[in-house]
């Protein structure tokens, strides 16, 4: 007899075929992700899945997006992929804020968030791609300025995350918080689901500063912030095409 996971795949599959659809491509890790999203509840999942092989498709033809289509964020040089992977097994992902600029062409920035998380779960590939790899995010606030905040753009990756890259976040670290952000983070709170909120941790104190650099670990995070690795700009950083 099946125990309950392994039902709610073979009734995830089923519900996938009913819709149309086919996880012949995909593994249970991979399928595993979209229960986890959705409570174990096979029917929302197959949905999900669904919908997500679609926009894929229609979003991302290429199977990435390329270098090319986003060098107006490229240039910015505010996103980093450092080397190594974090005490808990997780590549790391560095957002540098206050080198960010507003953005006018949201579907080109949602094309940058895109890149971003499909470059940060690759470089977390230890061989062959398993399909549940994920990737934790460090946002730096030191330099953010009220010029730098762009509300839309935040919530905009969070949206693209929650729908599209389910269990993908391991956790976001917001360092260096300026004062003003807690009045911007009222403004972003709303639409972040709370699974994802619970992935979230504002690094305010000196034992939630101690838990960062042990989750994260002293070799992988930077020298900027006490480590000893050094940044390297996501465009620098080579890494397999993921199979989605």
């Known amino acids: 007899m099946a125990n309950p996971d392994e039902l709610g795949l ?12 086919s996880t012949e491509k995909y593994g249970d ?13 096979p029917k929302k999942a ?4 669904v919908e997500w092989q679609q926009w894929r498709k229609s979003f991302v033809p290429l199977g990435f997006i390329p270098d090319s289509e986003v060098l107006p964020q490229l240039e910015c040089k505010n996103i980093f992929i450092l080397k190594g ?14 080198k960010h ?3 006018k062409d949201q579907n080109q920035f949602k094309k940058f968030a895109v890149h971003i998380y499909d470059k940060g779960i690759a470089s977390g590939i230890k061989g062959k791609e398993i399909g549940n790899e994920k990737f934790i995010e460090i946002m730096d606030l030191k330099t953010l300025s009220y010029k730098n905040v762009d ?23 917001l360092i260096n918080i300026p004062w003003f952000f807690k009045s911007v983070w009222k403004l972003i709170t709303p639409f972040i689901e709370k699974e994802l909120l619970n992935k979230i941790m504002m690094v305010s104190n000196e034992k939630e500063k101690k ?10 995070l930077p020298m900027e912030l006490g480590g000893n690795a050094k940044l390297v700009p996501i465009q620098d950083v080579q890494v397999p095409q993921l199979e989605c």
């Open 46 to 49: 197959a949905k999900m899945f």
């Open 211 to 220: 838990q960062f650099i042990e989750e994260v670990g002293i070799e992988v």
């Open 85 to 98: 992977l974090s005490k808990t097994g997780h590549a790391v992902l560095m957002v540098d804020s206050g």
């Open 29 to 41: 890790p991979t399928l595993e992700r979209f229960l986890i999203a959705k409570s174990k509840d």
């Open 151 to 173: 509300t839309r753009a935040f919530i905009s990756g969070i949206q693209i995350l929650q729908n599209y890259y389910p269990e993908r976040l391991a956790k976001l670290y």
């Open 10 to 21: 073979i009734q995830m599959k089923e519900q996938i075929q009913m819709l149309g659809s």
């Open 101 to 103: 600029s507003p953005v």
